[in-house]
Protein backbone atom coordinates (compact mmCIF):
# COMPACT_ATOMS: atom_id res chain seq x y z
CA UNK A 1 0.00 0.00 0.00
CA UNK A 2 1.25 3.43 -0.96
CA UNK A 3 2.98 5.34 2.29
CA UNK A 4 3.83 8.93 2.67
CA UNK A 5 7.41 8.95 4.00
CA UNK A 6 9.79 11.28 5.99
CA UNK A 7 13.35 11.55 6.77
CA UNK A 8 15.16 11.94 8.49
CA UNK A 9 12.50 10.84 11.83
CA UNK A 10 14.61 12.25 14.57
CA UNK A 11 17.04 15.80 13.83
CA UNK A 12 18.69 17.47 16.87
CA UNK A 13 20.03 21.10 15.61
CA UNK A 14 21.33 23.84 17.55
CA UNK A 15 19.19 27.21 17.72
CA UNK A 16 19.53 29.38 14.89
CA UNK A 17 20.82 26.75 12.43
CA UNK A 18 18.95 25.90 9.48
CA UNK A 19 17.48 22.64 9.39
CA UNK A 20 15.53 20.97 6.06
CA UNK A 21 12.82 18.49 7.04
CA UNK A 22 12.17 15.64 3.68
CA UNK A 23 8.58 13.98 2.85
CA UNK A 24 8.46 11.87 -0.11
CA UNK A 25 4.23 11.99 -0.48
CA UNK A 26 2.20 9.18 -2.41
CA UNK A 27 2.61 9.98 -5.61
CA UNK A 28 -0.36 10.24 -7.47
CA UNK A 29 -1.43 12.97 -4.79
CA UNK A 30 -1.97 16.30 -5.83
CA UNK A 31 -2.27 18.12 -2.49
CA UNK A 32 0.66 18.57 0.44
CA UNK A 33 1.07 19.27 3.38
CA UNK A 34 2.55 20.29 6.84
CA UNK A 35 1.42 19.87 10.49
CA UNK A 36 3.45 20.19 13.58
CA UNK A 37 2.99 18.93 17.23
CA UNK A 38 4.30 20.79 20.11
CA UNK A 39 4.87 17.76 22.95
CA UNK A 40 1.20 17.45 24.48
CA UNK A 41 -0.27 19.96 22.47
CA UNK A 42 -2.20 20.24 19.63
CA UNK A 43 -1.76 18.97 15.78
CA UNK A 44 -1.50 22.18 14.03
CA UNK A 45 -1.44 23.15 10.78
CA UNK A 46 1.46 25.03 8.62
CA UNK A 47 0.72 24.96 5.06
CA UNK A 48 -0.86 23.32 2.04
CA UNK A 49 0.81 23.34 -1.07
CA UNK A 50 -1.45 22.78 -4.19
CA UNK A 51 0.06 23.32 -8.01
CA UNK A 52 3.68 24.23 -7.26
CA UNK A 53 2.47 26.74 -4.76
CA UNK A 54 1.51 27.57 -0.90
CA UNK A 55 -2.58 27.25 -1.35
CA UNK A 56 -3.27 28.22 2.82
CA UNK A 57 -0.58 28.58 5.07
CA UNK A 58 -1.32 29.39 8.98
CA UNK A 59 -0.37 32.30 11.16
CA UNK A 60 2.89 29.92 12.53
CA UNK A 61 4.09 29.94 9.08
CA UNK A 62 6.30 32.71 9.13
CA UNK A 63 9.20 33.87 6.87
CA UNK A 64 11.48 31.77 8.98
CA UNK A 65 9.63 28.74 7.14
CA UNK A 66 9.32 28.04 3.52
CA UNK A 67 8.20 24.99 1.39
CA UNK A 68 9.93 23.52 -1.75
CA UNK A 69 8.30 20.77 -4.19
CA UNK A 70 12.32 20.38 -5.79
CA UNK A 71 11.71 17.49 -8.59
CA UNK A 72 8.20 15.38 -8.64
CA UNK A 73 8.46 13.49 -5.63
CA UNK A 74 10.04 15.26 -2.59
CA UNK A 75 8.29 17.82 -0.54
CA UNK A 76 10.54 19.73 2.28
CA UNK A 77 9.98 22.04 4.92
CA UNK A 78 12.91 24.11 5.58
CA UNK A 79 13.34 26.38 8.81
CA UNK A 80 15.80 28.82 8.43
CA UNK A 81 17.06 29.98 12.01
CA UNK A 82 15.57 27.29 14.46
CA UNK A 83 14.87 28.62 18.25
CA UNK A 84 13.72 25.96 21.26
CA UNK A 85 10.24 26.41 20.38
CA UNK A 86 10.54 24.95 17.38
CA UNK A 87 10.68 21.49 18.91
CA UNK A 88 7.93 19.63 17.90
CA UNK A 89 6.69 16.57 15.83
CA UNK A 90 6.09 17.84 12.16
CA UNK A 91 3.69 15.43 10.10
CA UNK A 92 3.84 15.73 6.17
CA UNK A 93 0.76 14.82 4.79
CA UNK A 94 -0.44 14.35 0.97
CA UNK A 95 -4.03 13.71 -0.50
CA UNK A 96 -6.00 13.74 -3.68
CA UNK A 97 -9.13 14.74 -2.64
CA UNK A 98 -8.66 18.09 0.06
CA UNK A 99 -10.62 15.84 3.24
CA UNK A 100 -8.81 12.75 2.97
CA UNK A 101 -5.40 13.25 4.50
CA UNK A 102 -2.69 10.29 4.30
CA UNK A 103 0.21 11.33 7.14
CA UNK A 104 3.62 10.20 6.92
CA UNK A 105 4.87 8.53 10.72
CA UNK A 106 6.84 12.39 11.47
CA UNK A 107 10.16 13.55 12.16
CA UNK A 108 10.95 14.67 15.71
CA UNK A 109 12.74 17.64 15.90
CA UNK A 110 14.88 18.81 18.63
CA UNK A 111 16.70 22.34 19.09
CA UNK A 112 19.10 22.77 22.01
CA UNK B 1 -12.47 30.11 15.60
CA UNK B 2 -13.07 26.34 15.20
CA UNK B 3 -12.19 23.97 18.10
CA UNK B 4 -12.14 20.32 18.94
CA UNK B 5 -12.14 18.98 22.50
CA UNK B 6 -11.22 15.26 23.72
CA UNK B 7 -11.14 13.12 26.92
CA UNK B 8 -7.68 13.40 28.27
CA UNK B 9 -5.82 10.62 28.49
CA UNK B 10 -4.49 8.03 28.28
CA UNK B 11 -7.64 5.21 28.47
CA UNK B 12 -6.56 2.05 30.02
CA UNK B 13 -8.32 -1.03 29.31
CA UNK B 14 -8.72 -4.63 29.64
CA UNK B 15 -8.80 -6.53 26.02
CA UNK B 16 -12.90 -7.45 25.38
CA UNK B 17 -13.69 -4.16 27.19
CA UNK B 18 -16.05 -1.24 25.71
CA UNK B 19 -14.24 2.06 24.67
CA UNK B 20 -15.78 5.33 24.52
CA UNK B 21 -13.25 8.49 23.69
CA UNK B 22 -15.40 11.56 24.06
CA UNK B 23 -14.84 14.46 21.35
CA UNK B 24 -16.82 18.00 21.74
CA UNK B 25 -16.45 20.58 19.49
CA UNK B 26 -17.42 24.17 18.08
CA UNK B 27 -17.47 25.39 14.77
CA UNK B 28 -18.66 28.56 13.13
CA UNK B 29 -19.66 26.32 9.43
CA UNK B 30 -21.41 22.83 8.87
CA UNK B 31 -18.40 21.06 9.77
CA UNK B 32 -17.29 17.33 8.10
CA UNK B 33 -16.31 15.54 11.51
CA UNK B 34 -13.32 12.77 11.48
CA UNK B 35 -11.38 10.30 13.87
CA UNK B 36 -7.96 9.74 12.90
CA UNK B 37 -5.35 7.27 14.94
CA UNK B 38 -1.92 6.90 14.91
CA UNK B 39 -0.02 3.94 15.80
CA UNK B 40 3.28 3.70 17.28
CA UNK B 41 6.18 4.95 14.90
CA UNK B 42 3.55 5.57 12.73
CA UNK B 43 1.60 8.56 11.02
CA UNK B 44 -1.80 9.27 11.42
CA UNK B 45 -4.29 7.46 9.32
CA UNK B 46 -7.97 8.27 8.74
CA UNK B 47 -10.09 5.92 10.75
CA UNK B 48 -14.01 7.33 9.99
CA UNK B 49 -15.44 10.32 9.06
CA UNK B 50 -19.24 11.80 8.91
CA UNK B 51 -19.93 15.15 6.87
CA UNK B 52 -23.38 15.41 8.07
CA UNK B 53 -25.90 15.03 11.42
CA UNK B 54 -26.90 11.99 12.44
CA UNK B 55 -24.23 10.12 9.93
CA UNK B 56 -22.29 7.09 11.85
CA UNK B 57 -18.88 6.90 10.73
CA UNK B 58 -17.81 3.35 11.07
CA UNK B 59 -14.49 0.72 10.17
CA UNK B 60 -12.73 -1.72 12.26
CA UNK B 61 -15.34 -2.05 14.55
CA UNK B 62 -15.11 1.41 15.61
CA UNK B 63 -17.75 3.75 15.10
CA UNK B 64 -19.10 7.55 15.89
CA UNK B 65 -22.35 9.01 15.52
CA UNK B 66 -22.63 12.83 14.72
CA UNK B 67 -24.44 14.75 16.84
CA UNK B 68 -25.39 18.24 16.26
CA UNK B 69 -27.39 19.19 18.91
CA UNK B 70 -24.84 18.28 21.61
CA UNK B 71 -22.15 19.06 18.87
CA UNK B 72 -20.51 15.70 19.75
CA UNK B 73 -18.72 12.92 18.10
CA UNK B 74 -17.75 10.49 20.51
CA UNK B 75 -15.42 7.11 19.02
CA UNK B 76 -16.81 3.59 20.59
CA UNK B 77 -15.91 0.09 20.13
CA UNK B 78 -17.85 -2.45 21.73
CA UNK B 79 -14.97 -4.85 22.37
CA UNK B 80 -11.41 -3.69 22.43
CA UNK B 81 -8.06 -5.42 21.64
CA UNK B 82 -4.79 -5.02 22.28
CA UNK B 83 -3.73 -4.11 18.52
CA UNK B 84 -6.04 -0.82 19.34
CA UNK B 85 -3.21 0.53 21.72
CA UNK B 86 -2.71 3.59 19.70
CA UNK B 87 -3.37 7.44 19.97
CA UNK B 88 -6.61 9.03 18.95
CA UNK B 89 -7.07 12.13 17.57
CA UNK B 90 -10.79 13.77 16.53
CA UNK B 91 -10.93 16.17 14.28
CA UNK B 92 -13.01 18.87 12.22
CA UNK B 93 -13.38 20.01 8.86
CA UNK B 94 -15.26 23.45 8.71
CA UNK B 95 -15.41 23.73 4.82
CA UNK B 96 -16.72 27.27 5.02
CA UNK B 97 -14.58 29.63 2.76
CA UNK B 98 -12.93 26.94 1.06
CA UNK B 99 -10.88 25.62 3.29
CA UNK B 100 -10.51 21.80 3.78
CA UNK B 101 -7.65 21.79 6.39
CA UNK B 102 -8.92 20.08 9.35
CA UNK B 103 -8.89 20.84 13.12
CA UNK B 104 -7.47 18.41 15.57
CA UNK B 105 -7.74 17.53 19.19
CA UNK B 106 -5.14 16.96 21.56
CA UNK B 107 -5.04 13.65 21.15
CA UNK B 108 -6.25 10.56 23.53
CA UNK B 109 -3.52 7.60 24.11
CA UNK B 110 -5.51 4.27 24.71
CA UNK B 111 -3.01 1.81 26.45
CA UNK B 112 -5.19 -2.22 26.19
CA UNK B 113 -3.64 -4.73 28.43
CA UNK B 114 -4.24 -8.50 27.63
Known amino acids: EPEVTQTPSHQVTQMGQEVILRCVPI?????FYWYRQILGQKVEFLVS????????KSEIFDDQFSVERPDGSNFTLKIRSTKLEDSAMYFCASSMVVYEQYFGPGTRLTVT | GDSVTQMEGPVTLSEEAFLTINCTYTATGYPSLFWYVQYPGEGLQLLLK?????DKGSNKGFEATYRKETTSFHLEKGSVQVSDSAVYFCALSDQTGGSYIPTFGRGTSLIVHP
Open chain 1, 49 to 56: FYNNEISE
Open chain 2, 50 to 54: ATKAD
Open chain 1, 27 to 31: SNHLY
